[in-house]
């Protein structure tokens, strides 16, 4: 319409007739488009589904779009339009809808990285074959989805086994034998006291009592949330090689929060009781502590709050406490190291450096592939190289 009273006024100003009888094509063509918008507009109601609910990084995940049309007649041909995040849009074309009938239509998610993805509002659109009216309306509020970290499927130690397992074993002995288990024959080394004497009596050879040792029974994860922000922080980043290094930062905060959502998902699958704290306060436990686990880490940031102690695990038997922290320097891998607790036992798994001399008990996060490897070499699994393990499935 403005191109229309423009062209009015130029032909005024300058006695061109053409310019006129354009003008009076252009207002015509324009309250036609208007007339032919406002005339049949979409009457829909829109219903929206996120499949899964919970996604991990790296999955596929769909938004289903139902449309069902319910006005008196049916709907001509319009557009659906939705923000996906904060630099992405989805469109979907909806051919004309017949009365009482329904049509669906979708698009895929973006999960590259872990967070909240915000999409919507939906907005239904129409507009005429040139592009001069056009009628819009929301037809589906706003939605958040949870991207969850993607979580591998970590072997947990086994008694005697890899280097982790044979503390453990030398642990539970230290503790004094469990339950009688079955006979044995007797080999050198063996405590005179354990020979069962009337069973020898009635073979060739000696027999000594056999006895089960306790098994690891539980599994405390602790994330440190606050190492990335204050080292940002402490260095005042600036410029160019600021970014880098904060981008290496972020990189090292989100390989925490890949390991603790697979060493906390791996120790709950194994059957242990399981618990995940954060430096900043969250206490996570209860048999839903994995999914629990993994829409938090959707959320976590670091944070610069003041770090908050993590109260002893009052669980019984043998434990494992396993900080995920970016160096040994760090607060909450020194408080842990103050703990003297017969049945726990602590690992490290450092996202940002390693020392020269790395406790025994250490797991080397400073790549993604270097978490998996050192975390099997620690139990003692066999891996090919190059061989990653198995990501958990999807948990809604």
């Not at 309250?31 to 829909?44: F, I």
């Not at 009688?180 to 080394?189: A, K, Q, T």
Request: hydrophobic share 45%; aromatic share 4%.
């Amino acid at each position: 319409m403005a191109s229309a009273v423009l062209a009015a006024f130029v032909g005024r100003a300058f006695g061109i007739v053409e310019l006129y009888v354009i003008a009076a094509a252009m207002g015509v063509a324009a309250v036609a488009a208007w007339l032919a918008v406002a005339a049949r507009r979409p009457s829909v109601s829109v219903h929206r589904w996120i499949r899964p609910s919970v996604l991990a990084a790296g999955d596929v995940g769909r938004v289903e779009v139902v449309v069902q049309q319910t006005g008196a007649f049916g709907s001509p041909s319009f557009e659906l339009v939705e923000p996906v995040g904060a630099d992405r849009t989805a469109r979907m074309a909806v051919s004309p809808i017949a009365r009482a009938r329904e049509v669906s239509a979708g698009y895929r998610i973006p999960t590259e990285r872990r967070g909240v993805l915000l999409i919507g509002p939906l907005q239904a659109i129409r507009h005429d074959v040139l592009g001069l009216a056009r009628y819009a309306a929301v037809v589906a509020g706003e939605e958040e989805v949870l991207v969850s970290p993607r979580a591998h499927l970590l072997p947990m130690p086994d008694l005697g086994q890899g280097v982790l397992g044979r503390h453990l074993l030398a642990l539970a002995q230290r503790l004094g034998p469990g339950d009688f288990h079955s006979l044995r024959n007797y080999v050198d080394g063996d405590e005179p006291r354990t020979i069962h004497w009337r069973a020898s009596a009635r073979s060739e050879d000696l027999k000594v009592r056999q006895y089960s040792v306790e098994g690891l029974r539980r599994c405390l994860v602790v994330l440190d949330v606050h190492g990335a922000a204050q080292e940002d922080s402490g260095r005042g980043l600036r410029g160019a090689g600021g970014h880098a290094a904060s981008t290496a930062h972020g990189d090292a905060f989100e390989r925490a929060v890949t390991a603790a959502a697979s060493i906390v998902h791996s120790a709950d699958r194994a059957g242990l009781t399981t618990r995940f704290v954060t430096t900043d306060g969250a206490d996570l436990r209860g048999p839903d502590v994995a999914a629990q686990t993994l829409h938090l880490l959707a959320r976590v940031a670091p944070t610069r709050a003041p770090t908050m102690p993590v109260e002893r695990d009052p669980g019984e038997g043998l434990g494992l406490v396993v900080v995920i922290t970016s160096d040994v320097a760090s607060a909450p891998w020194r408080a842990l190291e103050r703990i003297q607790d017969p049945v726990l036992t602590s690992v490290g798994v450092f996202t940002a450096a390693m020392p020269a001399r790395p406790p025994l008990l250490a797991v080397d996060a400073r790549s993604e592939q270097a978490f998996l490897d050192s975390w099997a070499d620690l139990a003692g699994t066999a891996r090919r190289a190059g061989r990653r393990l198995d990501p958990v499935g999807r948990v809604s």
